[in-house]
């Protein structure tokens, strides 16, 4: 698909602003050393019920790496990603998070949120519905299957391995691990580095094939900013292994662990406050809003949250110290310390939408009245 978008940029205009007006970039200064810089977009397309990534990229000269600030407003045709109509096809990318792109020379990922030409959140932003907290803390743990040939690295092409799922948990050797994936998780790992992303750790998981990333972060939207960011290098990385990124929570049937991936997350109030009485009615606000959460937590979670393998079952709710059968697991010192600190949601699945997920954790925690005030 072709359009003047290849010769022109959006107009900026007044920053954060919305135009949608193009024109032709003003000449260089012969004076100034410009250097030319890929900026690849990306953004979340209007796929249900969980979107997919899109990614363009603009070549803009600067005479100095630039800030997000000084990054433009684009446009995309919504009309072929699922979010416009062809007779009005024009969505607008709003940039909110830069990262440096280690892959490319003089290059960074633009990541954007999609507003319509008037400046509002299109219907598909859920990061807009994320409400302000700078002092929330999300750690959300990426499992995922690295698959070739439509099955996962290691599996024959018949059937399933002769050695059941258990040692390729956090296992080394070629005969558990495989001489690929190794190397596409460790190369991820840089690349995530290098663009500024919190990466807390990695391991491969349960089943053969299945890795996992960690990544934490403070405020309301960072850690899923990043998570999927990560999920772009990862696939974008996997291109040249002509393998594909599996995210589905249960690619592989019988019994072999799905794929989660559960969100750790605490406020301010509880980690300095917490108490017996506050987490026993925001474990009450969780049970009376299930429905709610399942509904974002991802698709097809009934396949993974059966009361097998790690999980709770998707109808049932329950919280337990140091419980990986539970629905909110608390951290080992979590009651010793006086009910405070962080808690472990361990129902979202590895396809769901980090926005929605922490939206909706977020929406169910303002819910519940603070029975202490905090100390100024």
Known sequence: MTNCETFCE?????KNSASTVFERPEPTDLLTTMTKYKLEYIWLDGKHPVPDLRGKTLIKEFDQPPALGEIPN???????????????????????????????KDAYIV?????????????????????????????????YFLYQDGRPLGFPKNGHPTTPQGPY?????????????????????????AAGINHEGINAEV?????????????????????????????????????????????IKGDWNGSGMHCNFSTKYLREVGGKEYFEALMKAFEENVPEHIAVYGPDNHLRLTGLHETQAIDKFSYGLSDRGA???MPVNFIKNGYRGYLEDRRPNSEGDPYQIVSRILKTINSVPKIRQMAA
């Not at 990603?81 to 280690?102: F, I, N």
Request: negative net charge; aromatic residues 10%.
């Open 327 to 329: 629905s909110i697991r």
């Open 207 to 251: 089943a053969k094939g299945q890795w996992e990333f960690q990544i934490f972060a403070k405020g309301s939207a960072k850690a899923a900013d990043d998570t999927w960011t990560a999920r772009y290098l990862m696939m974008r990385l996997c291109e040249k292994y002509e393998v594909d990124v599996q995210l589905h929570c249960k690619p």
């Open 111 to 143: 990541l954007s949120e999609v507003m319509h030409p008037d400046g509002t959140p299109h219907s598909t932003n859920a990061r807009a519905t994320i409400e302000n907290d700078p002092d929330l803390w999300i750690g959300l743990e990426q499992e």
């Open 74 to 104: 684009w446009g995309f045709d919504g009309s072929s990603t699922m979010q416009a109509e062809g007779k009005s096809s024009d969505c607008v990318l709003k940039p909110v998070a830069l990262y440096p792109d280690a892959s490319r």
């Open 169 to 193: 948990y956090c296992g080394v050797g070629y005969k558990y691990m495989g001489s690929l994936a190794r190397k596409i998780v460790e190369e991820h790992l840089e690349l995530c580095h």
């Open 10 to 14: 959006l107009n900026p205009g007044p």
